[in-house]
């Protein structure tokens, strides 16, 4: 009774803005976590996973993990499976899921407790945390079984939609289908075989919301045509401003001469970042852009699930012309009917990609990636230019646009390996400045400044009237750009424009900009016996697996390091590129030729190995397409440095081979 109370309490607590103060008060000490673990085993399966994810919401990392060591203290002290679970749960949802992945994944680490070791928390806990490391064939298989036991828990915190995502990562549409589908469809479904009806229902739904969406477009669209073909694409990547454009522009590469009329549905403009709303300006350039507010519409984003059709349908279409005199309405005469197609095309970055790189590489195939590409609308060319006019920035004199992705960027942690140190560029900086250049540095007002005193130097963040709305501008306009595989370079990717990927990572997503030159990160690896680290060459990084990493937990768990470029490879990179412009024939070398063979042998393995892969959607490499070079001067000075293997420290998160972990006591995983 007393848990049941402390639950109904502490619930009314975190709807208070006070409260969640106290919350955070109370789980820094002993006392207070152990009130709760004891609460929240009380409580029904569905509320333990609420409570716990809220709890652990409000935690810091280290008392996260000092709440998941309290919940272990007191199953091992009771011997008891009810607070095993808790310690499963407050493990997946706090920052130490590679600690709780190992956890998870070994059936005699916690052999010592009473109670069921594979109850449906454990394996929730599975699921959650191998969605967390992008282990996509393991979270696929947890959230089987617990949709197979508990079919409606997953529906609670939208789990059906990281099921679906990872299905459609495993390259299993049908699958992630029908994960979507058990998020929305809560009719009473036979056991036997519920797929077909799934479907069904799903598609119904989906296809009623896009006809609302679509309906007040329907006229002007149709005009007089007796048959129209219309192609419909969902966005909502309001925050991520590399998907906000990549995403229609692949969509469009691919697919925009298959249909008359285009739309793109979403979120409402007002929920992107100012960033991510200059896309949709740009891609509303090419089709219409609609706001929906229908859940299921704006989570098909993130899904591959292929293309539906809709129709075809048939339109008879009378435009209002107001009231007569009598107060009735007027309409026009009906017009010729119309036949209307509309195919839903629901596809992801990912998958997009993937298409692209197959196609381009089929020799029987005409479509070619970089064969097209967006271009501004006239207000962007306009703001750009009053704005370049008032700041003194000389449109007729070449520049460069620099971005520099630093800790700042999203404060994402589980992508801190993209950050590098922006003091390595200066002389980079100076060179371009001395050879006549204007630098234009984009980002926001978080960015570090440098010591730079030159006119043609511009920080544009601490300038006044500079907004995210200006940066495809400056990068159309751009010589080249300097980027780092971070939101910006997006537009340099969409627009055609020369890129200079500088601490470039190898990852399989990578399609070159039609000019694209690369100073990468260094890759070393750890060895937990000596205490060594050893550089890794690009094809060894390969096949170490690293172009599939997408977060700093599988750099951690495979004992991987990056480091940054120094600022004498940066400043070589810089004078490469410039080579390269002003002469575009210029000749590869022998350490780029080795460097494009060895992509192109990882390309034909990832291509040969299809659904063996641990990531299926990853087939392809995008590098591997024409237009992507090394560096030459900074292949050339790592290759006389010849690999290095010296003592330093072991990558944050990482541990001596041959110990298990447990939750680490101090200092949370990188998160």
């Known amino acids: 009774m007393f848990s049941k109370f402390v639950a109904h309490f502490g619930r009314e607590l975190y709807s208070r803005k006070y409260g969640r103060s106290a919350i955070r008060l109370a789980l820094r000490s002993g006392m207070g976590r152990r009130a709760a673990i004891h609460a929240i085993s009380r409580q029904s399966a569905p509320d333990q996973r609420i409570l716990v994810r809220k709890l652990v919401e409000l935690a810091k990392p280290e008392t996260q993990l000092q709440f998941a060591e309290n919940a272990r203290k007191i199953?091992?002290?009771?011997?008891?499976?009810?607070?095993?679970?808790?310690?499963?749960?407050?493990?997946?949802?706090?920052?130490?899921?590679?600690?709780?992945?190992?956890?998870?994944?070994?059936?005699?680490?916690?052999?010592?407790?009473?109670?069921?070791?594979?109850?449906?928390?454990?394996?929730?806990?599975?699921?959650i945390t191998a969605f967390e490391l992008a282990r996509y064939k393991d979270a696929v298989a947890a959230f089987l079984k617990v949709q197979d036991r508990e079919p409606d828990e997953l529906r609670l915190n939208h789990d059906y939609l990281k099921?679906?995502?990872?299905?459609?990562?495993?390259?299993?549409?049908?699958?992630?289908?029908?994960?979507?589908?058990?998020?929305?469809?809560?009719?009473?479904?036979?056991?036997?075989?519920?797929?077909?009806?799934?479907?069904?229902?799903?598609?119904?739904?989906?296809?009623?919301?896009?006809?609302?969406?679509?309906?007040?477009?329907?006229?002007?669209?149709?005009?007089?045509?007796?048959?129209?073909?219309?192609?419909?694409?969902?966005?909502?990547?309001?925050?991520?401003?590399?998907?906000?454009?990549?995403?229609?522009?692949?969509?469009?590469?691919?697919?925009?001469?298959?249909?008359?009329?285009?739309?793109?549905?979403?979120?409402?403009?007002?929920?992107?970042?100012?960033?991510?709303?200059?896309?949709?300006?740009?891609?509303?350039?090419?089709?219409?852009?609609?706001?929906?507010?229908?859940?299921?519409?704006?989570?098909?984003?993130?899904?591959?699930?292929?293309?539906?059709?809709?129709?075809?349908?048939?339109?008879?279409?009378?435009?209002?012309?107001?009231?007569?005199?009598?107060?009735?309405?007027?309409?026009?005469?009906?017009?010729?009917?119309?036949?209307?197609?509309?195919?839903?095309?629901?596809?992801?970055?990912w998958s997009l990609l993937r298409e692209v790189v197959h196609r381009s590489l089929d020799p029987e195939d005409g479509f070619r990636h970089n064969a097209w590409h967006l271009d501004l609308p006239r207000s962007l060319e306009q703001?750009?230019?009053?704005?370049?006019?008032?700041?003194?920035?000389?449109?007729?004199?070449?520049?460069?646009?620099?971005?520099?992705?630093?800790?700042?960027?999203?404060?994402?942690?589980?992508?801190s390996y993209r950050d590098a140190d922006i003091r390595n560029y200066i002389p980079a900086i100076q060179h371009l400045l001395k050879a006549g250049y204007q630098v234009l540095r984009i980002g926001d007002e978080s960015i570090s400044r440098l010591p730079i005193e030159s006119d043609s130097y511009y920080e544009l963040p601490f300038m006044d009237f500079y907004g995210h709305h200006l940066d495809p501008f400056f990068i159309s306009r751009a010589r080249f750009m300097m980027g780092c595989q971070s939101g910006p370079c997006a537009y340099a990717r969409?627009?055609?424009?020369?890129?200079?990927?500088?601490?470039?990572?190898?990852?399989?997503?990578?399609?070159?900009?039609?000019?694209?030159?690369?100073?990468?990160?260094?890759?070393?690896?750890?060895?937990?016996?000596?205490?060594?680290?050893?550089?890794?060459?690009?094809?060894?990084?390969?096949?170490?697996?690293?172009?599939?990493?997408?977060?700093?937990?599988?750099?951690?768990i495979a004992r991987i390091e990056l480091r940054d470029a120094s600022s004498e490879e940066i400043l070589a990179s810089v004078q490469d590129m410039i080579d390269w412009l002003d002469k575009p024939s210029l000749r590869e070398t022998a350490l780029q030729k080795s460097f494009r063979k060895a992509v192109a042998r990882h390309a034909a393995k990832l291509a040969k190995k299809g659904y063996q892969l641990d990531l299926p959607i990853g087939n392809?490499?995008?590098?591997?397409?024409?237009?992507?070079?090394?560096?030459?001067?900074?292949?050339?000075?790592?290759?006389?440095?010849?690999?290095?293997?010296?003592?330093?420290?072991?990558?944050?998160?990482?541990?001596?081979?041959?110990?298990?972990?447990?939750?680490?006591?101090?200092?949370?995983?990188?998160?």
């Not at 706090?94 to 994944?105: G, H, I, K, P």
């Not at 449109?395 to 800790?407: G, I, N, T």
């Not at 110990?659 to 200092?667: F, Q, S, T």
């Open 75 to 127: 199953a091992s002290k009771n011997n008891q499976g009810q607070y095993l679970d808790i310690y499963w749960l407050i493990l997946a949802s706090s920052a130490a899921v590679e600690s709780a992945w190992e956890l998870l994944s070994d059936p005699d680490a916690t052999s010592h407790i009473r109670g069921p070791n594979s109850t449906l928390n454990r394996v929730y806990a599975q699921a």
């Open 163 to 349: 099921a679906a995502y990872s299905a459609s990562k495993v390259v299993d549409k049908d699958l992630a289908l029908q994960f979507f589908a058990r998020q929305y469809v809560k009719n009473e479904l036979p056991k036997a075989d519920p797929e077909p009806l799934l479907r069904h229902f799903i598609l119904q739904r989906i296809s009623h919301d896009t006809l609302t969406t679509l309906s007040p477009h329907l006229a002007s669209a149709a005009a007089d045509q007796k048959q129209l073909r219309i192609g419909v694409f969902f966005l909502s990547s309001t925050e991520a401003l590399g998907h906000a454009i990549l995403d229609p522009y692949h969509f469009l590469a691919l697919h925009r001469r298959r249909f008359d009329k285009i739309f793109f549905i979403g979120p409402a403009r007002a929920s992107y970042r100012p960033g991510s709303r200059t896309c949709i300006d740009i891609v509303d350039h090419f089709g219409a852009y609609l706001e929906t507010a229908s859940d299921p519409l704006l989570n098909l984003s993130w899904m591959g699930l292929g293309s539906f059709e809709i129709g075809p349908l048939d339109f008879q279409i009378q435009v209002h012309r107001g009231q007569d005199e009598n107060n009735q309405l007027s309409w026009s005469s009906p017009r010729k009917r119309t036949s209307i197609s509309i195919e839903l095309v629901v596809e992801h970055y």
């Open 383 to 415: 703001m750009g230019t009053e704005f370049c006019h008032g700041e003194g920035i000389d449109l007729e004199k070449p520049f460069v646009v620099l971005h520099a992705r630093d800790r700042h960027y999203h404060n994402i942690g589980k992508q």
């Open 494 to 556: 969409a627009f055609g424009v020369p890129l200079l990927s500088v601490n470039a990572i190898l990852h399989y997503t990578l399609l070159p900009a039609p000019m694209e030159m690369a100073c990468f990160k260094r890759y070393f690896r750890a060895d937990g016996k000596n205490k060594q680290v050893e550089e890794l060459d690009i094809e060894q990084a390969l096949e170490a697996g690293v172009a599939h990493f997408d977060n700093s937990h599988q750099f951690n």
């Open 620 to 671: 392809f490499l995008g590098i591997a397409l024409p237009g992507y070079r090394l560096s030459p001067t900074v292949a050339a000075m790592r290759q006389k440095q010849g690999p290095s293997a010296a003592k330093a420290r072991r990558p944050a998160g990482t541990r001596a081979k041959g110990k298990r972990a447990g939750p680490p006591r101090r200092a949370a995983a990188d998160a």
